[in-house]
């Protein structure tokens, strides 16, 4: 695609829930990478896959958050039994080599708010 | 442990000014630098990119790099109220594991007033 895409642009869960994220990268870019950002806040880091290798996982918060990433495209962020605390929004974003040349897009985002 | 630090502000600066963002960062093995412009509610754009030593402009737009003081800057001459934003400085550290990733500053707010 032309950009970063993220489903859904907006999610209210209740707390406990699981919920799915999901990204799609431009097309060809071959690292993708998940962050969030809590109300006025920096970006945190979460995961980040790159090519066939083993993602880089040091960021995710607890074992309550995993995410995959199939056919080196599309990725999908799952947080089983969400907390308060999960509220935030979640950004993907894709880099063309993987080396950090060249930055990353970022997608618009999943505003997350657990009730 | 790898930081990148930015004053937080908020900067304000009339219209027509220059605006000055600074940003250090903590490891000497870092290559690449980013600065993002980020609008509330709205995710960061990348707007400037700089990998060697000195100045690298684009419109109104000037990065500064200097790696012996581990200290890059943007520069935004005669700011715009559309410039007021918050900006994110993000570093990369070329090597390993963490070959890709981007360690973000937490931000400058920019406030542009006519």
């Known amino acids: 695609g032309a950009g970063v895409s993220q489903s859904p642009s907006n999610k209210v869960t209740e707390k406990g829930k699981d919920v799915e994220l999901r990204c799609d990268p431009i097309?060809?870019?071959?690292?993708l990478y998940w962050y969030r950002q809590s109300l006025g806040q920096g970006l945190e880091f979460l995961i980040y896959?790159?090519?066939?290798?083993?993602?880089?996982k040091s960021g995710l918060p607890s074992d309550r958050f995993s995410a995959e990433r199939t056919g080196g495209s599309v990725s999908t962020l799952t947080i089983q039994r969400t907390q308060q605390e999960d509220s935030a929004v979640y950004l993907c974003?894709?880099?063309?080599?993987?080396?950090?040349?060249?930055?990353?897009?970022f997608g618009s985002g999943t505003r997350l708010t657990v009730v | 442990q790898k930081e990148v630090e930015q004053n937080s502000g908020p900067l304000s600066v009339p219209e027509g000014a220059i605006a000055s963002l600074n940003c250090t960062y903590s490891?000497?093995?870092?290559?690449?630098f980013f600065w993002y412009r980020q609008y509330s509610g709205k995710s960061p754009e990348l707007i400037m990119s700089?990998?060697?030593?000195g100045d690298k402009e684009d419109g109104r737009f000037t990065a500064q790099l200097n790696k012996a003081s581990q200290y890059v800057s943007l520069l935004i001459r005669d700011s715009q109220p559309s410039d007021s934003a918050t900006y994110l400085c993000?570093?990369?550290?070329?090597?390993?594991?963490?070959?890709?990733?981007?360690?973000f500053g937490r931000g400058t707010q920019l406030t542009v007033w006519p």
């Open positions: 490891d000497r093995g870092s290559q690449s």
């Open positions: 974003a894709s880099s063309a080599t993987g080396t950090g040349y060249g930055g990353y897009t």
């Open positions: 993000a570093v990369n550290l070329d090597r390993g594991s963490t070959l890709g990733r981007l360690y």
């Open positions: 700089i990998y060697s030593n």
């Open positions: 896959f790159q090519g066939n290798s083993a993602p880089d």
């Open positions: 097309s060809g870019h071959t690292a």
